[in-house]
């Protein structure tokens, strides 16, 4: 069983955008869905207690499911 953890972030302000790339990412992992996905648009310059939640949240149990994962 294949498996994946995926975070996109792009420029601009279209989540559609980065969730056809995902799309497209999962037909050629040949996955029906990811483990687990963030999408943040403009992180960067768009600083948002929100999107740090949602960092959390996403990166939360990785560590010990996934050691290849490094959080710091």
Do not use: Q, R, W
């Not at 792009?10 to 040949?30: F, H, Q, R, Y």
């Amino acid at each position: 069983m294949k498996s994946a953890i995926v975070y996109y972030s792009m420029s601009g302000n279209c989540e559609m955008v980065a969730e056809k790339a995902l799309d497209k990412l999962k037909k050629i992992l040949d996955i029906d869905a990811f483990e687990a996905e963030l999408i943040l648009i403009d992180p960067k310059t768009n600083v948002k207690p929100e999107n740090d939640k949602k960092i959390e949240e996403f990166c939360e149990g990785f560590g010990e499911n996934h050691p290849s994962v490094t959080i710091s």
